[in-house]
């Protein structure tokens, strides 16, 4: 049989026929799936999970469930891929699904919804391919992706579902970015305001724009520069940045889009750093905001942490560096240890850095310099320098920097690369000259775009010093034990392996103005940053790794930006009346790219005929451009990223037939406050937002940071009432599969492959077996269609909910699929007779024991599903099943007390069954609201105990006896037992170990 796709079992004879030996209701694949559509369409017509609001249009039926509380369920937006759905991508909805049905049944008003974010380069190069429009693609993706989820059962909403590419959607999308443009941050106060207040202070001259334009007072200036000046403070602005630039696809690139090696992740085409024009989101505003609001927040650390690490706060300070021969330059670096300056024998800059043309010198000429630089080493000129200019080596090494991506850069162990300038930097505490060199593991956007490097105490720099044969200076005296575990001096670095990067106490570290030597690492930090300042030298200072969001795309399949340019080419906001701002209809998709590589690309809407010139009259001041009756515009022909609509859908879910605000506030208020005011799981004030947000670990950075910038931002300017947009975040893990190679290393089709005697065959060739995340480039997908068609969606998400914790990864096994379709089909059996179709329960008390068991059942799966541990509840259903089984076996029913409570138990994992259960057990409702059941806690009192029976340490009986039975009564019971009074008889008892509650212990002599 072929690994990893599902097998359909042999034809059945025709039902009743003689060659049909099994009975006329066994629940199998075609009574699972015929039982599945009834209740499907049923769920559909009655609208069972429409979730009512307090108010507005979907506001009916919610007098019947004001007195629940509100859960707000969420799944991480999908993408609608051509290939469809795998069983690794239903996971999470599952796991959601199961979760919101629960609280539907613990009494609460449950919003869950699913929509599509399907803008995006794969729809967009699939009609640069074929022609086809992008929306026919989208919509068809969609469609198929309705209806394998659909399928599934889930109990969705389906009135909130939206797509990002709706008009009416990123209708709202452009709002937003409008609410972004017209705002600026007030550092003052921690918060966005509307940019009419900032304007409005400059008029009053309560903001002092003076410092800002030359000391020019506002009134001092044109209109022009007055627009300029306002500009520059606006949370979305035009600004030019090293982006990833893709000359195959004609478009920028987010770095989640390049791979490691440097290549675009769709189509495998190179991509380059250079600088272009492009809209810039000012997320930087919000660092500090991101990083302490973690707190508020029931997130897992690991999270946390990757959210604190891409935002890469650092405290330390600036300092500033001359440059040798050019007294007008200066070079300002930021570290976080300035305690070290003292050890800096060289400098870096990043290959863009602003300053590089200017200070590289014609020549390598050594007589520029002072005795001790008066040859310049050959390792520090390297392969790019070998027998060519400063300009030259710079140029080259520039070109090869540029075919790097920001991760390449920044990766650990590559072997580092770089190129000296000719020129040299003045370091201030001792007025020694330093090499500038610039090499790529310095980065533009970090920091200044500039480092002094200290490589006796930083492990890039070691590595750096020593491929091109630099100074190692150590000014960090290390402790003992690293010199011993390593074999060095403090004294001499030559033999060092390492650089030691940790705290100790300054040594070789003096001037005549200042002495580290002897002091701390936080002392001499604090030392020498206050004589910095008083030098004029430095400041202390906070960066930040988290760069200005880059917000535009040279796409076609994207939302327009609601932006116009005039002459001044400027931006201009159009009044929100007049969105949506539509996409127009283009028979090209794809950019023009120039042959000539500094050319800027030519984006699919600059070709878009009578859209992108328009007249306009827009009222406003005239500063603003606006104003004096119609004049002509031209659009802006970037759309936005992917990440713009997926920003905020969870906030359209709330509200999406409103056509006059993005949501009502009394129903945001409703679904967004319920967890607000509470503690979450580090028992800290809890932030409020979605009740749970469910999904994979790789968007634990960019959308959720994206997502909680522009949630802030909405927050501080009235139009949501939270700090937070999810309160509770959950990372499913990954369905993961066996996938097969061949010699080549070339992955072949997974359902293809047969093992033979331990060994696994393609046809007549030996392929190798790994374990890999199932996707379509691995060949190993195996369809919940499939599935569907063999065994039915319950067994599905049975089966998925059932390997393991939600938040693991996990092998998929087609062939263990049967252990949890028998489970269904005993459960039915013990509910239901196979033969006639009859309820098979009986209206008799159950015994004690499947009382108590039942009760202990109840208890048990209330806590694991309420903690999402789906597995354990559904291996305690199992075992109350068996016991079920034993019980029908014996008696030829089922009692209804337990036939029912296991029904209402399953109902989350296996809705479809349920439903149908609870239908032939006599109620005509859904049971989606019924109570689930509660433990009684008079029945989990365990009053008795099986204890064992030993005789000279052996096994021999069990007894079962009252738990408050003491020693001798434990003895009594276990001599009355007939095997034990059979191995006593004639026996000389030497001695008898009794221990309440554990066991007995006759020892023979």
Known sequence: MAPNRSTNPPPNPPENSPLDPRPRLRYDAQLATSIEAEWQDRWDREHTFWAPNPSGSLGDGFEALKDRRSVYVLDMFPYPSGAGLHVGHPLGYIGTDVYARFQRMTGANVLHAMGYDAFGLPAEQYAVQTGQHPRVTTEANIANMRRQLRSLGLGHDSRRGVATTDVDYYRWTQWIFLQIFNSYYDDALDRARPITDLVAEFESGERDARSLTDGLAWADLDDLKRRILVDSFRLAYVGEAPVNWCPGLGTVLANEEVTADGRSERGNFPVIRRPLKQWMMRITSYADRLIDDLDLLDWTDSIKLMQRNWIGKSIGAEVTFGVDLHESLEIKVFTTRPDTLFGATYMVLAPEHELVDTLVPSEWSGSLFDDAHSEIPPAWRGVFGAEVSPPEAVRRYRAFASAKSELERQAEGTVKTGVFTGAFAVNPVNDERIPIFIADYVLAGYGTGAIMAVPAHDDRDFAFAREFDLAITPVVEPDEKWLNENGVTSSDASNWIEAFTGVGVAMASANSGISLDGLDTPSAKAAITAWLETEGLGHATTTYKLRDW???????????????????????ALPAEQLPVELPEVSDFAPRISEDPEALPEPPLSRAGDWLEVELDLAGPAWAGLGGGPKRYRREVNTMPQWAGSCWYYLRYLDPQNVDSLVDAGVERYWMESARGGLNSDEKPAAGGVDLYVGGVEHAVLHLLYARFWHKVLFDLGHVSTVEPFQRLFNQGYIQAYAFTDERGVYVEASEVVERDGVWYLGDEVVNREYG????????????????????????????????????????STTDIVGVHRFLQRLWRNVINEETGEVNVSETPADDESLRLMNRTILAVRSDMESMSFNTAIARLFELNNHLTTVVAANGSAPREIAEGITLMVAPLAPHIAEELWSRLGHPETLTYEPFPVAD???????????????????????????????????????????????LEGATVRKVIAVPGRLVNFVLG
């Open 773 to 812: 995340k199932m996707g379509k480039s691995l060949k190993n997908v195996v369809t919940p269609d499939d599935i569907y068609n063999d065994y039915g969606a319950d067994t599905l998400r049975l089966y998925e909910m059932f390997m393991g914790p939600l938040d693991a990864s996990r092998p998929w």
């Open 550 to 572: 880059l917000f535009s795309r040279q796409r076609y399949w994207g939302e327009p930006f609601p932006i116009v340019y005039d002459e001044t080419g400027l931006p201009i």
């Open 937 to 983: 806690e008079t029945l989990l009192v365990v009053d008795s105990v099986e204890v064992p029976i030993q005789v000279n340490g052996k096994l021999r009986s069990r007894v079962t006896v009252s738990v408050s039975a003491d020693a001798a009564t434990l003895e009594a019971a276990a001599r009355a037992d007939e095997k034990i009074a059979e191995l």
